[in-house]
C-alpha cells in the first residue's frame, strides 16, 4: 500500500521530470524554428518558438548541394552501421575476455585503463594512421581513428558480463559441453541486449556527429561525411557572407547566413533524434547496470 507522503513525492518527482524534459526540448524546437524563419525576419526581430515570417529559403539554400549531401548521407550511413556493428563485436569479445581468469589477463586490463587515461597525442596518432596503416583518403578514415574501440564502453561491457549474467548459467551450459564461443553466442549476446544497444547507441552518436576524421585524413571531398559537408556549407556562408560585406556584387541579404546555420544544424541531428526514442528504455537499463564495479 503506498502512503500519501510517498504518493506526493512520486508527484513531485513527475513535475520535476516533465519541467526537466520540457526545458530538454524547447531548444530543438527554437531551432528548427528558427531554421525556417525568413533572414530579414530573423536579423530584425530575432528567434521565436512561432516564425515571425515563414520562409524554406535556408533549406532551399542547402539543397543547392543536394547531390553532395545525399552521398554524404549514404557515406555516413554505412560509417555509422559497419563502425557501430564492428566496434560491438571488438568491444563485446573484449568485454568477455577480461571477464574470464586467462593469462595476461592483468596485463591486457591494465592496456585497457591505461587508455582511458593517456592517450599518444594527435601528431603520432596521425602519422601512424597515415604512413603506416595508408588509411588517408578511404572509407577506413571515417571507420577506424577514435572511433572503432573505446575503453570505457570496453570496461562497460565487462562489468555488465561480470554482474548481470550469472555464473551458474555458464557453469551449466559448459556440463552441457559448450565451448566458450558457443556460450558467447547463444548465452551472453541474447542475455546483453540493454548494453548492446547502450553502446551501440553511444558509438552511433559518435560516428554521426564525427567531423575531426575527415578533417584530418581526408583530402577527397567526395568521401566527406554529412557533417564535413554541413560544415564545408557552414564555411562557404561565411566566406560569401564577408565578400557581401566588403561592397562586391554580392547582396547580403540573398544568404540566409543565421538561418541557414539553424537549418545546418537540424539536417545533422534530425536522424538521430527519430532513432533515439526506439533504444531509449534499453540505453538507461544498459548505462546503470554496466556502470556497476565489478
Given at each position: 500500500?503506498v502512503g500519501?507522503?510517498?504518493k506526493r513525492?512520486?508527484?513531485?518527482?513527475?513535475?520535476v521530470?516533465?519541467?526537466?524534459?520540457?526545458?530538454a526540448?524547447?531548444?530543438?524546437?527554437?531551432l528548427i524554428?528558427a531554421s525556417?524563419t525568413?533572414?530579414k525576419?530573423?536579423?530584425?526581430y530575432g528567434?521565436?518558438?512561432i516564425?515571425k515570417v515563414f520562409?524554406?529559403?535556408a533549406?532551399?539554400?542547402?539543397m543547392?548541394?543536394r547531390s553532395?549531401i545525399?552521398?554524404a548521407?549514404?557515406?555516413t550511413i554505412?560509417?555509422t552501421a559497419a563502425g557501430t556493428?564492428?566496434g560491438?563485436i571488438?568491444?563485446?569479445l573484449?568485454?568477455?575476455?577480461?571477464?574470464?581468469d586467462i593469462?595476461?589477463?592483468?596485463?591486457l586490463?591494465?592496456?585497457v585503463v591505461f587508455?582511458?587515461?593517456?592517450?599518444g597525442?594527435?601528431v603520432?596518432?596521425?602519422?601512424?594512421?597515415?604512413?603506416?596503416?595508408h588509411?588517408?583518403?578511404?572509407?577506413w578514415?571515417?571507420i577506424?581513428?577514435?572511433?572503432?574501440?573505446?575503453?570505457?564502453?570496453?570496461m562497460?561491457?565487462?562489468?555488465?558480463?561480470?554482474?548481470?549474467?550469472?555464473?551458474s548459467?555458464?557453469?551449466?551450459a559448459k556440463l552441457?559441453?559448450a565451448?566458450?564461443?558457443?556460450?558467447?553466442?547463444?548465452?551472453?549476446?541474447?542475455l546483453?541486449?540493454?548494453?548492446m544497444?547502450t553502446?551501440g547507441?553511444?558509438?552511433?552518436?559518435?560516428?554521426?556527429?564525427?567531423?575531426?576524421n575527415?578533417l584530418?585524413?581526408?583530402?577527397?571531398?567526395?568521401l566527406y561525411?554529412?557533417?564535413?559537408?554541413l560544415?564545408a556549407?557552414n564555411n562557404n556562408?561565411?566566406?560569401?557572407?564577408s565578400?557581401?560585406?566588403s561592397g562586391?556584387?554580392?547582396?547580403k541579404?540573398?544568404?540566409?547566413a543565421?538561418t541557414?546555420?539553424?537549418?545546418?544544424?537540424?539536417?545533422?541531428?534530425l536522424?538521430?533524434l527519430?532513432?533515439?526514442?526506439?533504444f531509449?528504455k534499453?540505453?538507461?537499463k544498459g548505462i546503470?547496470?554496466?556502470?556497476?564495479k565489478?
Amino acid at each position: 500500500m503506498v502512503g500519501k507522503s510517498e504518493k506526493r513525492i512520486r508527484l513531485m518527482a513527475h513535475i520535476v521530470m516533465v519541467i526537466l524534459s520540457i526545458f530538454a526540448v524547447l531548444p530543438f524546437i527554437l531551432l528548427i524554428s528558427a531554421s525556417l524563419t525568413e533572414e530579414k525576419a530573423a536579423l530584425n526581430y530575432g528567434f521565436n518558438f512561432i516564425p515571425k515570417v515563414f520562409s524554406l529559403d535556408a533549406y532551399r539554400y542547402i539543397m543547392r548541394q543536394r547531390s553532395m549531401i545525399f552521398r554524404a548521407y549514404a557515406i555516413t550511413i554505412f560509417t555509422t552501421a559497419a563502425g557501430t556493428a564492428g566496434g560491438l563485436i571488438l568491444t563485446s569479445l573484449l568485454g568477455y575476455g577480461l571477464t574470464k581468469d586467462i593469462p595476461g589477463k592483468r596485463v591486457l586490463n591494465f592496456f585497457v585503463v591505461f587508455t582511458m587515461l593517456f592517450h599518444g597525442g594527435l601528431v603520432p596518432t596521425y602519422l601512424i594512421y597515415t604512413k603506416y596503416l595508408h588509411i588517408a583518403n578511404t572509407i577506413w578514415a571515417l571507420i577506424v581513428p577514435s572511433l572503432l574501440v573505446n575503453a570505457f564502453n570496453v570496461m562497460l561491457m565487462r562489468n555488465y558480463f561480470a554482474t548481470s549474467i550469472p555464473e551458474s548459467l555458464l557453469e551449466s551450459a559448459k556440463l552441457d559441453g559448450a565451448g566458450e564461443t558457443a556460450i558467447f553466442r547463444l548465452i551472453i549476446l541474447p542475455l546483453s541486449k540493454p548494453i548492446m544497444a547502450t553502446i551501440g547507441l553511444m558509438t552511433a552518436l559518435g560516428y554521426w556527429n564525427n567531423w575531426t576524421n575527415g578533417l584530418y585524413y581526408l583530402d577527397d571531398t567526395s568521401l566527406y561525411s554529412i557533417q564535413n559537408v554541413l560544415n564545408a556549407i557552414n564555411n562557404n556562408i561565411t566566406a560569401l557572407t564577408s565578400i557581401a560585406g566588403s561592397g562586391l556584387s554580392i547582396n547580403k541579404s540573398d544568404i540566409p547566413a543565421l538561418t541557414a546555420r539553424m537549418a545546418i544544424a537540424v539536417v545533422g541531428i534530425l536522424p538521430m533524434l527519430c532513432i533515439y526514442p526506439f533504444f531509449q528504455k534499453y540505453f538507461v537499463k544498459g548505462i546503470t547496470i554496466g556502470a556497476v564495479k565489478g
